[in-house]
């Protein structure tokens, strides 16, 4: 399994292409139990993933940052939620990236954005990131193509930077199909305990979809770099969806040649009394 | 169970009174499974403490500070780990406060703690706090009993503040006997995957065990109030120790009221098309 290379965004991105319903890992014989069978194996990867977790934590030399992007109901919070959950919360940082608020726009686009790198020894987890600031102004018409191509300038520069200082950077497009996101957006109006994750403006999203797409193509053209790579994760299936995840960092992990720091002094001869 | 109850420090604590091995709540018949029952069970009650979460999460209304102190290998990184698994790292904040840095010390010892505490939303854990900028220098003879009174005032005062302004806060103190921590500081040694948790000063800290154990009996008889209590836990099992802090979580969020917010608009208008 090479699912770095499987699932890196391509030269040219063409999302209509990108089957969001693809299952390319899941077994194909037993039907009845893919889910519960990519549910396991998924546990079994986040397993090895806290291993190595423990041991960037102990080293505190190096540190990564996890992009998550997609459409709403795409999975943002069900991946977050999956796949640290045997990870402590000591050595997770989550950050959701909503609206800017007043005293965030009035600095650049990075400002708030930086204030939640991840330090050494952290895994930090974007859940949005300084890309809604480029997309949703550039559908909404609110910057025009300069600004744009300026700002993903101004990207690549910081996550160069990041990288630079000792951060692996991963990028992650949860690709979702509009069929599927229109099931999720019943489910929320369907089930009370969800109404509150209900948004109407949503909707006003979800109705310029092909525009967020393309956004998207361009976002992950100009900014998808050996050091910063963007991968396109199928999100039609949930349980699938967080097997490759799953893969994806364990593969980044295994890449960043962690080991368990040598100890503070000579133990050798210490005793406890 | 009433464990708020049961748990609760009482008004003179005497920690050598307080016996850090007990197994209160360990099932009688059946020993061989005990852990395993105790780690079933805690499985189950805090997956009732994640439906809660997602309700605080859901309302925005309220917050929760939950605040971990004991000696070193007392369980503070283990019980956080166990306790917040089915939890999403994005309603988690887990911060560990360690020596003050040069900054940080620079200003009032409240400052640093300050900027970490829990958002409308969010569950914040201390692991370690403000209390080690009392403990630490108290025992150390860098503070002198009447400044130790004046932070004591401080911390009440700063505990009251933000329970008026919408925190639930609960104090932790693992209680583990100085016989379990030779044993678990002794593992630490003889395990190379553990060799960087040993920190040759931890013996520093622990050839003053009864200094800190008194520092610690004054801290919490100074600071235990009804809207900022402290529960003494006693944490020389680990499972047992685990138990008995997921029964006073989920009977802490028991009592906030928490439920399901209202819903953004009428939902039962809204088609997605």
Redesign the interface.
């Known amino acids: 399994m090479n699912a770095r290379e499987r699932f890196r965004a391509p030269k040219k991105v063409e999302l209509r292409d990108e089957d969001a319903g693809l299952t390319p890992l899941r077994e194909k014989n037993g039907n009845g139990g893919a889910k519960q069978r990519e549910r396991a194996l998924t546990d079994e990867l986040i397993g090895q993933v806290a291993r190595f977790q423990e041991m960037l934590y102990?080293?505190r030399k190096q540190k990564l940052l996890l992009v998550l992007q997609g459409m709403d109901t795409a999975g943002k919070?069900g991946t977050?939620?999956a796949l640290?959950?045997?990870?402590?919360?000591?050595g997770?940082?989550?950050t959701?990236f909503n609206a800017p608020t007043e005293r965030e726009r009035a600095h650049d686009f990075l400002w708030r954005i930086h204030a939640h790198v991840p330090g050494n020894g952290l895994i930090a987890?974007f859940?949005r990131s300084h890309y809604e600031d480029v997309l949703v102004p550039r559908v909404l018409g609110d910057i025009d193509g300069k600004e744009t191509k300026r700002r993903y300038a101004h990207i690549r520069d910081f996550e160069r930077m990041l990288a630079e200082s000792g951060t692996t950077v991963i990028k992650i497009f949860l690709h979702l199909s509009k069929e599927e996101q229109?099931k999720r957006?019943?489910e929320r109006?369907d089930d009370?305990?969800k109404?509150?994750?209900?948004?109407?403006t949503d909707?006003a999203v979800?109705?310029q979809w092909d525009a967020y797409q393309r956004a998207y193509e361009d976002a992950i053209a100009a900014t998808d770099l050996g050091h910063a790579p963007w991968y396109i994760v199928p999100a039609d299936s949930k349980t699938h969806r967080n097997l490759i995840v799953a893969h994806l960092l364990l593969e980044t992990m295994q890449a960043m040649n962690l080991s368990?720091?040598?100890?503070?002094?000579d133990?050798a001869k210490?005793k406890?009394?």
Chains 1, 2 share one sequence.
């Open positions: 102990a080293s919070d977050t939620r640290f959950s045997q990870i402590s919360p000591m997770i940082q989550a959701g987890v859940n229109k957006l019943q109006l009370p305990e109404h509150w994750k209900f948004d109407p909707l979800r109705s368990w720091p040598a100890p503070k002094a133990l210490v406890v009394e």
